[in-house]
């Protein structure tokens, strides 16, 4: 029995060493040399996806000689700035909603001027991937995580790792992350079912594993035998079908080959308990009580940061609510203020905000929490000696909820990807908004940035009209 | 695939709507190209483009294009009663898998089902379980002497437990490769389950797949025993299914009837109706209604989740017992003790939700007075002209209102507290850039202006006389006043019982509908105008040509 599954099965390893041939040296080396002489080298993405606009007035760092902005004091100004741009600013000082990020000045990058390459609804979703809309983007369209994850291909247990946090429920409209058109890959909002997804091997006794994976690789070999057999059975539609299943359970299989066996010490897996009602947190992807965000979030950024450090990704998305969500931030004081709702502001012109200012306080605490957050995954990467090669990026897919405007979107990047990155930066890009004449950056630009920074060149990302290259204010 | 304009060319009432709403899409793809005249807009619309095919702006608005016939994927709901009804097991099973993508409102459309990375990882996982409960249960499925659980009893259990679990009878080389995953395990208990899991993860588990191909026209009796389960069941066929099958008794049409006869009047069928009305009304969406405090003190945060209950409960009447048109003109709703209020009636002394008449003859229409439509399609503190004509052109008149372009600022300008809500809405009729679309919507969702956010009736805003007169272009519904009108003028539109039967094709074959399904839906919409109740359109659908075809 079994010839043919056990050659298919040593054509999977020949082919595995032919394509990697240093990952694989570095697979096998030592865990322990892996995390001290590697790890500096390693290039690592992380990718926040915010919906509904940040209020961009108290993002932006004063420009020289400017008053910084006073939430509290000074009227709401127009979202969009009206400066002819092309300034760079190293002196610049964080804006006080961000003063949580105070620790990380000196990593951080400001890109101010680009705008999200869609609006209006499908906003969330093209943030990543440079195209219009979803309706109009080509069948092969990509998100700029996932290109990367698949031009590196790092012998990593998962090729990248989407986290969510109230972000499930909302169909294709919560993903960030798309394999193709017609394929997300979604963000896994249920930290217990995360931890089981990232930790159990890890986990688990080192004579156990080894047999736990003898047994999937058995259960996997006799299913994608049978499928691929069944493939040839079927008309070149279905065929398709079945070769997205092949593609699924193979990279199942391929995790399997990983040695899940390092020197990092995964978290203890979270309780099924609510802290703030005692009852069962999740039910299935659905958070129950809206006051245990803050405790989700940083479970969720704790294992984030964890399965970074212990090499088990080297790419990874947050993707926080969707367009849609109309959760509270009850521990920012606004148990009645829902987030989608609260986008549509009463009167949505942009001149009717200044009679807003209950709104223009709950939006600030909102940016001051939502970038804190994003600063204690950074800082987290550092304390496990996982920065040095690392690039963060929050993106916001609107600058202005409520006319669904996507110009301008808040940009902060965080690290060096290992020096490719200018870091300590304020940029504010000429020709934004139109007022040089030129033509507006598009995120399309960033993703180039982002691609080359990890070491992956690429000359069009998304839509190629929208394209004018990598952002070389930034780039080193 | 299929020329995409085929459809379009025919003059059949839906292709006529599909050109309107291609003019609306087009209007919207010019952006910046004004129509002559504001009001001008929507006879332009009618009248103006019809004749010309859309298709050649080439600019994508023949999105309806046929898709190819493809194998099903199990939706996460069709998953868990598969296990369900496999294993005995009462859990929920699918909970970590990833949503799937969403078609017209309907998730279970074959071409757009993909299969994320994630769902195999998480099937992967559950199956490791699920098959430990598989063993327990292997006396089902093979009859092995005590003790010995050797390679002949192994075989007996993969072919028994593998053709209920895949719908159909394992090759002799199919036992084979999952018999060696029996034999490579450690022990014969452990190699049971890992054989049972590998079943479970394979393909023909997760699809429904039917061989075309080599001239065959007709669907084999197993294929038409998952046809019929998954139909009217949402999992898989039964031990008199399975039987039928295994005697080849479900080629010919009597046979096939008698079934669903019998099926019919199982419990299991509201697995199936539930899930299409749910997504067909959009239940969901009533469940994340909320309202303003300060505006509607009245509104009880209760509301939301007892509404959809009644909604719910007034859905199962429908479908089980009453007529189709009950969605439109129902003279009733379904509450219980604690909504009651909502609706002004006494309280009919029930914690559960039970038919309650309503006196308010201006609440007569179905589904469309309740107040989980009204509110759910509403906004935080006003209501939403747009979002309720949307819904009622998009759920009953199928028509398509593309998404705003890109950049064009979607909002209308602070309200006046002297003006009504249609006065204030009325600048999307004035706005060159939004009046194609919005001429779809908003005049349906004016008729609804009778009731205010949380779904109150209101004769008076603002000081103002409320304005329900309202219209909806392009169909056979014509113009009308009041949500009153508009349902009856829904239940005798010969549009909107076309759109039904549509709907229903969508979510039952799992695909968007074609030019070759015509004469289907015509036979469809016959169905739902002169017998009018679920259950015939449940029978006419097992007899139609692509249910009894491949």
Redesign the interface.
Known sequence: ??TK?LSRRSVLRAGAGVSLALPLLDAMAPRALRNTAQAATTKRLLIWVQPLSIYADVFWPAAPGAKPYNWRTDPIKEVYFSGAGGMQNDKFELPEALSSLSSLRNDLTFIEGMDNS?????AYSTTLTGT??L??SPVDMISIDQLIAKRLAPNTKFKSL?VGVRN?????K?AASW?SK?????A?D?PV?LW??LFVDVSADPTVAR?LRA??Q??????L???TS?KQ???A??Q???D??L???R??EK?LAVDTQMGCNPPGKPSQTSPSTQEVLF???ELRAIEDTPYVMKLQLDMMAMAMACDLTRIATMQFGTEAN?GTFPWLGLP?W?WH?AS?F????PA?WPKQLGDAEAWRNVAAWSVGQFGYVVQRLKDLGAFEGTVAAFVTSMNHG??????NCPVLLAGSAGGALRTGTHVRLPNSNNAGGGKTRVFNDLHLTLAQAMGVPLDKFGDAALCSGPISEVLK | MRSRCTFLRKTSPLAMMTVLFGACAARINAEGDAPEGGSGGSSQNTGGTAGTSPCSAGD?TC?DAAE????R?LTRSEYAFTIADLLGTNE?VS??F?????VKGF?NNAN?L?????????S??VTAQLAKAAVEKSSRFAACAQGTLDATCARQFIASFGKKAWRRPLSSA?V??????F????TPM?GLE??S???L????F??R?E???QGRTKPTSWEMASRLSYTLWASLPDDELFAAAEADKLRDRDDIVAQANRMMKDAKLVRAYRSYMSQWFDL?RIS?A?KD?KVFPMWNTEYPALLRAGAEAFLDHVARQGKISDLFTAPFVFTNDTLAPYYGVAKPGSSAFVKVDLKDKNRASGMLTQGGILAGHA???STSPTFRGKFVREQFLCGTI??????????I???DPNQTTREHYSEHIKNPQCVGCHSLMDPIGFAFEEFDAIGNRRTVENGKPIDATGDAVGVDVGKFEGVNQLGERLASSEDATRCLATQWFRFSFGRLESAEDDATLDGLTKVVRDEGTFAALMMATVQSSPFLEL
């Open positions: 029995m079994g599954i869609a609006s209006n609804h499908d219009q809309t309706e109009k989407q499930a429920g909302a169909g294709n919560s394999l017609t394929q997300a890959a979604p896994m249920n079912k089981e997804r047999k047994n999937r058995s259960v996997l070999d006799a299913a035998s049978q499928a069944l059975t079927l008309g539609d279905d398709k079908k079945i997205q299943y593609a699924a359970f990279d199942v995790s039910e299935d992807d109309n009645n829902r709702d549509h009463e009167n949505d012109s009717e409520g006319a669904h405007k996507s110009r | 994508g999105s190819p016939s493809v194998i994927r929920s909970g970590s990833p949503a799937e993508e969403v998730n757009a993909s299969f994320p990375g994630l769902l195999a990882e998480q992967f996982s199919e084979d490769k999952f018999l060696s995953v034999t490579a395990a450690e452990l890992l054989a899991q590998s079943l993860i394979s393909a023909p997760f699809y797949i061989q075309r191909g969901p994340v909320a405090p906004g935080f503190s593309p998404k705003a372009p890109p950049n064009v600022n979607v909002m300008g602070a309200a």
